[in-house]
Nanobody, 123 residues
């Protein structure tokens, strides 16, 4: 069993930055692919970024160049640095974990999910 807890959400003006963190406990963190997804009101959950156990990263086109995902295996955390935030980035951000490297953008591939943290970007 793996438990995930997100933190770092909040309210920020457009153009600002936020850093989300996800702390895990349970099975060896270093073996998991970790992902971030988000869900805006009235919309489906969408992929934001992922990082494999080997450090390979994947990003949604909408966040490339603005967001950076990283992991610290010793601290069992994964972070999402979000810069140049836009109102369209508003939503609940979820941390997720899965044991395979393939299909990092597919939500159904992830077995474990956090409760989410709210990010609101004002214009």
């Amino acid at each position: 069993q793996v438990q995930l807890v997100e933190s770092g959400g909040g309210l920020v003006q457009a153009g600002g930055s936020l850093r989300l963190s996800c702390t895990t406990c349970g099975r060896p963190f270093s073996t998991y692919t970790m992902g971030w997804f988000r869900q805006a009101p009235g919309k489906e959950r969408e992929f934001v970024a992922a990082i494999t156990w080997s450090g390979r990263t994947h990003y949604a086109d909408s966040v490339k160049g603005r967001f950076t995902i990283s992991r610290d295996n010793a601290k069992k955390t994964v972070n999402l640095q979000m810069n140049s935030l836009e109102p369209e980035d508003t939503g609940v951000y979820y941390c997720a974990a899965k044991v395979t490297e393939g299909a990092p953008a597919t939500a159904n591939e992830y077995a474990y999910w956090g409760q989410g943290t709210q990010v609101t970007v004002s214009s």
